[in-house]
């Protein structure tokens, strides 16, 4: 088996057409037909399901293309390292944040990558599921981000679990109180995050209201942490989300805590299943310390 196989397969199961993908790689589809067939035989089982005029995957197939997309990344970040030391350039260990655990995560990251390899570090802060995507492409090295219910691909260490809170604006009616129920928000329109974005923190919206025998009306949904907090300041509604994020709030905006039956959004530490670095590997030490 070589790469030009895994990249004839991720082809063919993207577009869902010998014909397609036979276009898209400048090939025959004949030729395509037969490096498939020769990949299915030393895998040992059909990859493919070949219908009339659309091609789907086993569930072999499905589990197969997870794996050669994280080979071909792995092969491609490789490839870009080893260009960027024969310029001359520094090699790079790129580090995600879902907004908020910078605040938490970043000092401890940037002297554990300065002293396990001699490497640039950049930063990322972007939405959780962004980074998770570019963490299964290769793009990031590790992300500190709350995770998701499939986490194939990955490898991930919960690191702690944060608590919802109320953000609102200082001049909102409920800023002067000390704890906030979920009774007291039922008539007040609440931003939270998307399912989509934020998952973890729109679920732990939803279940607030459940686990307290309320509805509330989640009237605004955000896609990113500033977004969430232009509503709050622009339409004075009430924002709930985790208590690592408060740092990164304007003086405008108040945190209150809630009170009841309150979920705790984790976090964790995620990284590519067969990224196997100095630095992942000296975080593991220090954080398995706590």
């Known amino acids: 088996m070589e790469l030009r196989h895994l990249r004839y397969f991720i082809t063919i199961a993207d577009t869902g057409s010998f014909t397609e993908a036979a276009n898209r790689l400048y090939t025959v589809q004949p030729s395509l037909s037969r490096q498939i067939k020769d990949l299915e035989s030393y895998v040992g089982t059909p990859l493919l399901v070949r219908g009339h005029r659309q091609v789907s995957?086993?569930?072999?197939?499905?589990?197969?293309?997870?794996?050669?997309?994280?080979?071909?990344?792995?092969?491609?970040?490789?490839?870009?390292?080893?260009?960027?030391?024969?310029?001359?350039?520094?090699?790079?260990?790129?580090?995600?944040?879902?907004?908020?655990?910078?605040?938490?995560?970043?000092?401890?990251?940037?002297?554990?990558?300065?002293?396990?390899s001699q490497v640039d570090l950049v930063v990322r802060s972007l939405p959780a599921p962004t980074?998770?995507?570019?963490?299964?492409?290769?793009?990031?090295?590790?992300?500190?981000?709350?995770?998701r219910p499939d986490m194939y691909g990955f490898n991930f260490r919960i690191l702690g679990h944060?608590?919802?809170?109320?953000?609102?604006?200082?001049?909102?009616?409920?800023?002067?109180?000390?704890?906030?129920?979920?009774?007291?928000?039922?008539?007040?329109?609440?931003?939270?995050?998307?399912?989509?974005?934020g998952p973890a923190l729109h679920q732990a919206?939803?279940?607030?209201?459940?686990?307290?025998?309320v509805n509330l009306t989640l009237s605004h949904q955000a896609e990113t942490l500033t977004m969430a907090i232009s509503l709050v300041q622009s339409v004075k509604h009430v924002a709930l989300l985790p208590y690592y994020s408060r740092h990164l709030f304007p003086s405008n905006i108040i945190t209150v805590e809630l009170a009841g039956n309150v979920p705790q959004v984790p976090y964790a530490m995620v990284w590519q299943a067969n990224?196997?670095?100095?630095?992942?590997?000296?975080?593991?030490?220090?954080?398995?310390?706590e």
């Open 205 to 213: 919206s939803v279940e607030f209201g459940h686990r307290n025998g």
């Open 57 to 116: 995957l086993t569930e072999a197939g499905k589990v197969f293309l997870d794996e050669s997309r994280l080979v071909l990344a792995q092969c491609e970040r490789a490839v870009e390292r080893a260009r960027q030391v024969a310029k001359g350039a520094a090699a790079q260990f790129v580090a995600g944040f879902d907004y908020g655990l910078e605040h938490k995560y970043l000092a401890r990251v940037s002297s554990i990558v300065q002293q396990a």
């Open 275 to 289: 990224n196997h670095c100095e630095a992942i590997n000296t975080m593991l030490q220090q954080f398995a310390a």
């Open 162 to 197: 944060s608590p919802l809170i109320a953000a609102m604006h200082r001049d909102h009616p409920l800023a002067q109180q000390a704890q906030l129920s979920a009774t007291e928000l039922i008539n007040q329109p609440i931003v939270s995050a998307t399912a989509e974005f």
């Open 131 to 147: 980074l998770l995507d570019e963490v299964l492409a290769g793009k990031i090295d590790v992300a500190f981000v709350p995770p």
